[in-house]
């Protein structure tokens, strides 16, 4: 597994993210523990979650087995206020059991007014990083302009946003202006990691041939992928073993 360090952040990420956001699988089943603690023994150290995922549970019983350390974990609050996103920041420690979170993101920001709307939030972040609770702060979005706009903006560490070989579910732009976005935010120093890069299965068809497509970006940290089973991580495993890019160290 390919690891490097996640933009400026420090966080050292396997390339292969694992994302949670089946309740049925990481709500309780206990198939999602079992997922996330095979990907660390083939090296994915990097989950993706959210409050409104349903997945801390098995985020949680997945941790007992493990060096808290030793993973990173991002998770997202929709909160328009500082009361929501502390809510969810202080659901997020409780129901996952940790002191801290390695990422924590303002969710879903597709328009640069909704993200100028959430300044309140941004800075509560920035003091919960002050404070050690979060180690870097970041956005997500599936909007171009905004990815592109987020390069110029210091307080944002981290961007999570979309990327397949389609252009599927981009918004704010096409494929040629979020491939122009993601090479800037990672000349910025931001770290990159990427969603729907499947397109939420849209391109199953064509899984390994999309992966490749993303694994391939140089300007790209991380891919998380949605994994429901065992077969789908072990096949997202070897596609990423077999991808070499400048930079990653195996």
Same mark, same amino acid.
């Given at each position: 597994?390919?690891?490097?360090?996640?933009?400026?952040?420090?966080?050292?990420?396997?390339?292969?993210?694992? /994302?949670?956001?089946?309740?049925?699988?990481? %709500? /309780?089943?206990?198939? /999602?523990?079992?997922?996330?603690?095979?990907?660390?023994?083939?090296?994915?150290?990097?989950?993706?979650?959210?409050?409104?995922?349903?997945?801390?549970?098995?985020?949680?019983?997945?941790?007992?087995?493990?060096?808290?350390?030793?993973?990173?974990?991002?998770?997202?609050?929709? %909160?328009?206020?500082?009361?929501?996103?502390?809510?969810?920041?202080?659901?997020?420690?409780?129901?996952?059991?940790?002191?801290?979170?390695?990422?924590?993101?303002?969710?879903?920001?597709?328009?640069?007014?909704?993200?100028?709307?959430?300044?309140?939030?941004?800075?509560?972040?920035?003091?919960?990083?002050?404070? *050690?609770?979060?180690?870097?702060?970041?956005?997500?979005?599936?909007?171009?302009?905004?990815?592109?706009?987020?390069?110029?903006?210091?307080?944002?560490?981290?961007?999570?946003?979309?990327?397949?070989?389609?252009?599927?579910?981009?918004? %704010?732009?096409?494929?040629?202006?979020?491939?122009?976005?993601?090479?800037?935010?990672?000349?910025?120093?931001?770290?990159?990691?990427?969603?729907?890069?499947?397109?939420?299965?849209?391109?199953?068809?064509?899984?390994?041939?999309?992966?490749?497509?993303?694994?391939?970006?140089?300007?790209?940290?991380?891919?998380?992928? %949605?994994?429901?089973?065992?077969?789908?991580?072990?096949?997202?495993?070897?596609?990423?073993?077999?991808?070499?890019?400048? *930079?990653?160290?195996?």
């Amino acid at each position: 597994m390919h690891t490097s360090v996640l933009g400026n952040t420090g966080l050292r990420v396997s390339r292969l993210c694992i /994302g949670t956001d089946y309740a049925d699988v990481y %709500g /309780g089943s206990p198939l /999602g523990r079992e997922i996330l603690l095979k990907g660390f023994s083939f090296g994915v150290n990097f989950w993706d979650t959210s409050e409104s995922y349903g997945s801390y549970p098995a985020i949680r019983e997945a941790l007992k087995a493990l060096d808290r350390s030793k993973i990173v974990i991002a998770s997202k609050s929709y %909160g328009k206020t500082m009361g929501e996103a502390k809510r969810d920041l202080e659901d997020a420690l409780r129901e996952i059991e940790t002191n801290y979170l390695d990422i924590f993101m303002l969710h879903a920001v597709d328009t640069l007014e909704d993200f100028n709307a959430r300044r309140e939030v941004l800075n509560f972040l920035l003091e919960c990083r002050r404070k *050690g609770v979060v180690k870097a702060v970041g956005v997500s979005t599936h909007s171009a302009k905004v990815a592109l706009a987020l390069a110029d903006i210091p307080e944002v560490e981290v961007v999570l946003t979309v990327l397949n070989i389609r252009g599927l579910h981009i918004r %704010g732009g096409d494929l040629q202006l979020m491939h122009s976005a993601i090479k800037k935010l990672h000349d910025a120093g931001k770290g990159v990691y990427l969603m729907k890069v499947l397109a939420r299965g849209k391109l199953a068809e064509q899984a390994e041939e999309a992966l490749r497509y993303v694994l391939e970006n140089p300007h790209v940290h991380a891919v998380s992928i %949605g994994i429901k089973n065992l077969k789908e991580l072990e096949k997202a495993v070897k596609i990423e073993s077999e991808v070499s890019v400048r *930079g990653m160290q195996p």
